[in-house]
């Protein structure tokens, strides 16, 4: 079964830190992955999508960047935090040619103070 | 562009009343249609779907009918529990890249 893997679960940084946040899936070749925001109070923003290994599209300028340096990994960075980063941050898989929507992580609240 | 409207919240509900969440959507094709749920401190789950004009999907006792004459996806349940206290997300799909979704709803079901 397709399983995906996001941590940590809770992080609070310092402002100008860095910042790695590491999603894995399991059971599926080649996915879609995606990372996506929800600030406090407000919807979800799609922040970058991947659709092969060191292919990222970024939707958003901002402080962050993505890489995908395999197949089913996608990893989150920032080189110095911004107070304005703090929020939920999810993954997300989805497979092309099965428009069946995605299936998320358990995201990562992260808090900078 | 392509985008999700559904209606504002919070919505406050005692048990075993109906629920309806409105969304509409705007596609310059013909999108696949999502909601899904955010319980306290956890990711989105898939509730359910459609891809289809006059599709009904339908999961845990929620229902949602996609309408192409209306442009609309609302989600309807007849008796909720406080287990359902969560924020509920429509979401469209016109392709694999991207899902758009609305501003959520926060539903809180009272006992």
């Known amino acids: 079964s397709q399983t995906i893997h996001q941590w940590p679960a809770t992080l609070v940084q310092p402002v100008g830190s860095p910042l790695s946040l590491e999603c894995t899936v399991e059971g599926t070749s080649n996915p879609n992955l995606y990372w996506y925001r929800q600030a406090a109070g407000r919807g979800l923003q799609l922040l970058f999508y991947s659709v092969g290994i060191g292919q990222i599209s970024s939707e958003v300028p901002q402080n962050l960047s993505a890489s995908r340096p395999q197949d089913r990994q996608f990893i989150l960075s920032s080189k110095k935090l911004l107070l304005s980063d703090s929020g939920f941050y999810l993954c997300?898989?989805?497979?092309?040619?099965?428009?069946?929507?995605?299936?998320f992580g358990s995201g990562t609240r992260l808090t900078v103070v | 562009g392509d985008s999700v409207t559904q209606m504002e919240g919070p919505v406050t509900l005692s048990e075993e009343a109906f629920l309806t969440i409105n969304c509409t959507y705007t596609?310059?094709?013909?999108?696949?249609l999502f909601w899904y749920v955010q319980y306290p401190g956890e990711g989105l789950q898939l509730l359910l779907k459609?891809?289809?004009?006059?599709d009904k999907g339908s999961n845990k006792g929620f229902e949602a009918t996609y309408r192409k004459e209306t442009t609309s996806f609302h989600l309807e349940k007849g008796s909720v529990q406080v287990s359902d206290s969560a924020v509920y997300f429509c979401a469209l799909s016109l392709n694999d890249y991207k899902l758009s979704f609305g501003a959520g709803t926060t539903v809180t079901v009272r006992a």
């Open positions: 997300a898989w989805s497979v092309w040619g099965e428009n069946y929507g995605y299936t």
């Open positions: 596609a310059t094709g013909y999108p696949s």
């Open positions: 459609a891809t289809k004009a006059d």
